[in-house]
């Protein structure tokens, strides 16, 4: 991504130049019925209900602009409001997307987010039916996401859904983009390493919710808190509690190691949880009844 | 209200013991299947379709703590999105709720702020189905609301369907939280007064929406940016001159003249836009039809 030659900030645009930025990047679908530019979107909703979620990123604390440009903000926002709506079982059908910030953001910031908005919702096969845009003091930017969603004839798979007997299973793999952040704050200079873009752009397999609901997953959820701590939710909304293999976890902690050491592998693998500037890529964890 | 003893702030408590200040406040519907506490909620849509928006409200840009308390600002941030919903011709199912707050914000505020929110919410016929909490860097405080709706048969009205011969209608009346803003600005002590609860906490009649829809509005919004500036919307999407006549407005005007002079009383009732901490309450205008 280039920064090109463009200085320009928010206070030097008005609201429609801003919108004329922004709207040409968004894709549409045939569900969207009204798109951005009325009072609301209108989205077509197949299947009688429609799951809704919403997630918020702030500045300075879920990411910094030193590590992460404005499309890897975007990407990240859109995957992780996706996940939500596939660890239901559901299929992402739109977006509505907000950004608040204050007059001195650079213009070519916000086409960025635009761009990584644009891009991740495309490879999640969605797209923006509309959002809101808001000044705000000196130093604040918070970026949020709400996304939809249907579940195409799945039943919705709660947290609270775990039985005894139940196999836990993650899907991906665990802890790369706590090594990647912690990459990050020893100083690393190379933003472009595997571990470094698990951080800044984390991807989501979020075809496999539906998957995993229809193989009969009985309670699932999207691990962005750590396994531990996500772990822990679907053990007390279940009334069970989990039984971690260490086995299964050390081919993760292994591919760490070498990267930032054993221990810190490990806690990345465990627990590598929300931190400053830091949201880990979101892996769905479900339990599937396996015995009688 | 009272901010009673409790000086407990963010800080001062865990996520757990901050949802379970919040969740109970809230009430729910048949039409919430899924509430909040999953990863996603799931809502009954009826129609085929549903309406989607949202707003966000910023400390120091769209309210000052001084002048307005966290149930007011829970209501206008309800009201505004609710206002939405009915400028299509919609009724309002359900609303997500983000709290975006620093650590050093009061627990009082948040549950101020809570009821707010869920009184509005109540008297607008709707319910929260879910939302996020999120911590912020300090001086940060955020609120934003997606409303969801139905149009329950309604053809949504948009902003491009004025037609000339039309009539431009508004429910309601015009520069009130304006006068409200002012005389907060004047240094005014009494909160309390109407045109100042108009500002604190202005209302909309959210069922005038569908009621003008099925009476053959070709066009509506919710001015919540001014008459001249919405008005101005409506124009341009609909490709029109709006006509205005000054007698239609000269009882509005008359009424504020009293409380801020009539040079005053004129801005606010023709373009009583958003300013820092001021948003007017929300006001429907519509144009129907009325030659052949």
């Known amino acids: 991504m280039t920064h090109s030659e463009d200085t320009r900030t928010l206070a030097d645009v008005d609201e429609q130049e801003l919108l004329d930025t922004v709207l040409p990047r968004f894709a549409t679908s045939d569900d969207v019925l009204i798109g951005p530019g009325d009072d609301t979107a209108l989205l077509q909703v197949r299947s009688g209900a429609v799951l809704a979620t919403t997630d918020t990123m702030v500045l300075g604390r879920d990411w910094l602009d030193e590590w992460s440009d404005g499309a890897d903000v975007g990407h990240k926002l859109v995957v992780q409001n996706v996940a939500d709506i596939a660890a ?173 050491g054993a221990a810190d592998a490990e806690a990345c693998v465990l627990a590598g949880e929300r931190n400053t500037a830091c949201w880990p890529p979101s892996r769905l964890a479900w339990c599937r009844r396996v015995g009688g």
């Open 88 to 260: 239901m079982g559901g299929r992402c059908t739109g977006l509505l997307v907000t950004l608040v910030a204050d007059e001195r953001t650079r213009l070519q910031w916000v086409a960025d987010f635009t761009t990584g908005v644009a891009d991740a919702a495309r490879d999640a096969g969605t797209v923006v039916v509309g959002g809101d845009l808001s000044s705000a003091p000196a130093g604040t930017r918070t970026v949020s996401i709400t996304a939809f969603g249907e579940l195409d004839g799945v039943t919705a798979v709660l947290r609270s859904g775990a039985r005894p007997g139940d196999v836990l299973a993650v899907h991906g793999t665990l802890g790369r983009a706590a090594a990647g952040l912690l990459l990050l704050q020893s100083g690393t200079p190379d933003r472009d390493t595997d571990l470094v873009l698990a951080q800044r752009r984390p991807s989501t397999a979020s075809e496999q919710g539906p998957v995993a609901a229809r193989a009969g997953a009985t309670s699932m959820l999207d691990i962005s808190d750590g396994l531990l701590r996500d772990g822990g939710r679907i053990a007390r909304a279940s009334g069970v509690r989990l039984d971690v293999d260490p086995a299964a976890l050390a081919g993760d902690i292994q591919a760490l190691t070498g990267a930032v």
